[in-house]
């Protein structure tokens, strides 16, 4: 068995979650709702306050598809119900960060301001150096705050660019004059 796929999600108060034609899940929570079509083959339960995923036998694809499936469903009931956030670090002399509405505004030593508009559902807010991503899609934020880090990577001599706030740079030792 799965050791994440045969682990059932635990619907907490307040979230509903609703199986249609074509195992079509609908989460709904406090902070909104989430739709996604998944895998067919799994068969997708609620019972007595869980969501219970079982798959029909035991080809590699399937046990790829049940741990897969499980995860997806508890991503959206957390998304739901606590919301996901993802906080980024603008490093380097000059380089700034601003919002303006929806529009983020990066000033990364270009010769131009390189702007994003957020995506619908996803909200980003900037402190200072520090850039916070959030919404209830577990993936539509992580695609964002990658797509932000994407405009300045990190460099390993002096830590310039954008990195996540829990990401570690392995920094490298500069030029030696000679001798």
Same mark, same amino acid.
């Given at each position: 068995?799965s050791?994440?796929g045969r682990? $059932?999600?635990?619907? $907490?108060?307040?979230?509903e979650?609703?199986?249609?034609e074509?195992?079509v899940v609908?989460? *709904?929570?406090?902070?909104?709702t989430?739709e996604?079509?998944?895998?067919?083959?799994?068969e997708? *339960?609620?019972?007595?306050?869980h969501?219970?995923?079982t798959? $029909?036998?035991?080809?590699k694809?399937?046990?790829?598809?049940?741990g897969?499936?499980?995860?997806?469903?508890h991503?959206?009931v957390?998304?739901?119900?606590e919301g996901?956030?993802?906080v980024?670090?603008?490093n380097?002399?000059?380089?700034?960060?601003a919002?303006?509405g929806?529009k983020l505004?990066?000033?990364?030593?270009?010769s131009?301001?390189?702007?994003?508009i957020? $995506?619908?559902?996803?909200?980003?807010a900037?402190?200072?150096?520090k850039i916070?991503?959030s919404?209830?899609?577990k993936e *539509?934020?992580g695609q964002?705050?990658?797509e932000?880090?994407d405009?300045?990577?990190p460099?390993p001599? !002096?830590?310039k660019?954008? !990195?996540y706030?829990?990401?570690v740079i392995?920094?490298?030792?500069g030029?030696?004059? *000679?001798?």
């Amino acid at each position: 068995m799965s050791r994440i796929g045969r682990l $059932p999600v635990a619907i $907490p108060a307040g979230v509903e979650v609703k199986i249609a034609e074509g195992n079509v899940v609908t989460v *709904k929570g406090p902070k909104g709702t989430l739709e996604r079509a998944l895998p067919i083959e799994m068969e997708i *339960k609620v019972e007595d306050g869980h969501v219970v995923v079982t798959r $029909p036998n035991d080809l590699k694809k399937m046990k790829a598809l049940h741990g897969l499936t499980r995860s997806l469903i508890h991503n959206m009931v957390i998304g739901v119900s606590e919301g996901y956030k993802k906080v980024l670090e603008v490093n380097g002399v000059g380089y700034r960060a601003a919002k303006q509405g929806n529009k983020l505004t990066l000033n990364l030593g270009y010769s131009h301001p390189v702007e994003m508009i957020d $995506p619908e559902g996803i909200e980003s807010a900037v402190d200072g150096n520090k850039i916070t991503v959030s919404g209830i899609s577990k993936e *539509k934020v992580g695609q964002y705050a990658a797509e932000i880090r994407d405009k300045r990577r990190p460099e390993p001599y !002096k830590g310039k660019g954008i !990195k996540y706030a829990d990401e570690v740079i392995r920094r490298k030792v500069g030029k030696t004059g *000679k001798k």
